[in-house]
Structures are given as C-alpha cells and as structure tokens.
Nanobody, 127 residues
C-alpha cells in the first residue's frame, strides 16, 4: 500500500501561484511514477501532469503547459506541483496519484493507470 497526502491548496487570485505537495509513504517512493489530476464540479477527473519514477521525464496537459511544473524529491518522498499564472478555470480538487513503474522513464497520463490516490486538496482561483 502507498499512502498519499496532499497539502497546499487554497484560494488565490487569477494570475497568482500555488505549490501543491504530495507526501508518499508505505513503499519505496523511487519505484513509483507519480501524477496530478484535477476534478472540477460536474466534470470528469482530468490529467494535469505526470513524472517518471526517476524524475527524468515529465508530461503535461495542454491546458497547463508552460504554467505548471511537476517535480519530485526522493529524499523527502514528495512530489510537487508548482502552479503559476493561475486562471479561474484551474479551480478544482487536485489529487496526486501513484503507480509502480517497471522502467525509469515511463510517465502515466491516464487515470486508469494509477493504483493509489490521495484525498485531494481544493484549489480555488478567483477572477
């Protein structure tokens, strides 16, 4: 089992920044590919960003490319999502996810590929 706990959500004005953190425990963090997803009210959960187990490969949804950055710190068993130039349409519950990855550079962008999920943290961007 892998336990994931997100922190860092909140209320921010459009154009502002937030950094989300997701702390992992229970297994060897470096064996797991990690991702961030978000779900707005009445909408499906959607992919935001993903990072490979070795941190060398990342992937982003088109809607956040150039504004969001995913990173990981193996010493702290934590994955981050730095969100800049936030827009009202970024408002959602953000959840991190983890799944065992056999190979180092693999990134997972489909929610069905992930096994473990955090409880989510609310991000609200006001206009």
């Amino acid at each position: 089992q892998v336990q994931l706990v997100e922190v860092g959500g909140g209320l921010v004005q459009a154009g502002g920044s937030l950094r989300l953190s997701c702390a992992a425990s229970g297994r060897t963090f470096s064996n797991y590919a990690m991702g961030w997803f978000r779900q707005a009210p009445g909408k499906e959960r959607q992919f935001v960003a993903a990072i490979s187990r070795n941190g060398g490969t990342t992937s982003y949804a088109d809607s956040v490319k150039g504004r969001f950055t995913i990173s990981r710190d193996s010493a702290k068993n934590t994955v981050y999502l730095q969100m800049n130039s936030l827009k009202p349409e970024d408002t959602a519950v953000y959840s991190c996810a983890a799944s065992y990855a056999l190979h180092g550079p693999v990134v997972l962008t489909i929610r069905e590929d992930y096994v473990y999920w955090g409880q989510g943290t609310q991000v609200t961007v006001s206009s």
